[in-house]
């Protein structure tokens, strides 16, 4: 068996989409006021709507979520539980921080990646890695068919969690993204027990390349902007296009990455290590540090054409991502390591 937890081309690949990620959401602060464009006819909406198919960086991540806990390998369904609480948890308190007590119960990313990860528990204690396929597969291909059946009961909290609403509280439905992270799941596992892991890779590469040519081919490679709400459902409820090109891009990256990258070593507080290690503590305290110093760089830069001064935003916060997620490496990784140690002796 191979071990996963020294995997350089999956961190390389995690350091990349998280990259984007800071970089898209410090951008999209500069351009709204809580979830509305500012000016749709400006230089900068121009850009982003423009570069929306970056925006499958970060649809990659629950894949990615979904390949760390089936390496972290600790699918015991209470302490997955505990988990899923704790990451529900902090999402609540990251909203009434970041958003206001308004938006307290959202249903955002940590709470839909504890929800899919105490789901996969479940499907692996009481049935067997078959099932985690067969559920991912049905979320994938119901979910546009059952949106157009439950969409009257949208404003149901659960139902919203279940496919999604456009009232602008719900994001991330698990229909149809816990395909992504059961998908991720059964990647990593494939190719941990693969006994030719180089071929699988290849080969999963081509299924990479030749998902993204289909989307492209069928038109659906970008969800639109909608500058009335733009975390609204073209984003987080998109046509099935989008999420098999999140997946080809994800297996095309990984195929990528094992070829050029699988035996490098990044230096521990580095900046790709730090981004691959601190995503969780990354992602929390840049969404609350950008949305606040968004409001002073607009109240003193002008953000209605092309300036040097939109990247003091985005720029800063990949700095202070880096130092976040090194931070999280020293007080967390580093402790728990300490701590394991000492258990042994």
Not at 8 to 30: E, S, T, W
Not at 153 to 164: E, L, P, R
Request: glycine share 8%.
């Amino acid at each position: 068996m191979t071990d996963l937890k020294k995997w350089p081309a999956l961190d390389f690949v995690k350091f990349i989409c998280v990259a984007v990620m800071i970089f898209a959401h410090a951008h999209i602060m500069l351009i709204i006021r809580y979830d509305r464009v500012l000016d749709n006819s400006g230089f900068f909406y121009k850009i982003t709507e423009k570069y929306m198919p970056l925006g499958l960086f970060i649809m990659i991540l629950p894949m990615l979520a979904g390949v760390v806990f089936r390496i972290a390998g600790k699918l015991n369904l209470q302490k997955t539980a505990n988990t899923a609480i704790f990451l529900a948890l902090l999402g609540f308190f990251m909203n009434i921080i970041t958003w206001g007590w308004r938006y307290s119960f959202s249903w955002n990313v940590l709470q839909f990646i504890g929800l899919s990860f105490l789901v996969i528990a479940f499907l692996m204690e009481y049935f067997s890695i078959d099932a985690v396929f067969l559920l991912s597969f049905i979320t994938l291909v119901a979910a546009e068919p059952l949106r157009g059946i439950l969409w009257d009961w949208q404003n149901n909290y659960f139902t919203a969690i279940f496919i999604g609403s456009g009232n602008g509280y719900m994001l991330w439905p698990f229909l149809p993204w816990f395909g992504l992270v059961g998908l991720g799941f059964i990647f990593a596992d494939v190719y941990e027990k693969n006994t030719n892991k180089n071929k699988f890779i290849f080969l999963s590469g081509l299924l990479g390349v030749f998902l993204i040519i289909a989307v492209v081919l069928m038109g659906e490679i970008s969800p639109f902007l909608d500058p009335k709400y733009i975390w609204g459902s073209s984003v987080f409820q998109p046509k099935i296009g989008w999420v098999f090109a999140a997946i080809g891009l994800f297996l095309s990256l990984m195929a990528i990455t094992n070829t050029f990258l699988n035996k490098m070593e990044f230096h521990k507080y580095g900046i790709v290590n730090s981004f691959s290690k601190g995503i969780l503590w990354i992602y929390v305290v840049q969404m609350f540090v950008s949305h606040y110093l968004s409001f002073v760089i607009k109240r003193f830069f002008p953000m209605d054409g092309p300036t040097l001064a939109y990247f003091i935003l985005p720029v800063f916060m990949l700095v202070l991502s880096w130092g976040v997620g090194a931070l999280s490496i020293k007080l967390l990784t580093e402790k728990t390591l300490v701590i394991t140690l000492k258990k042994i002796r």
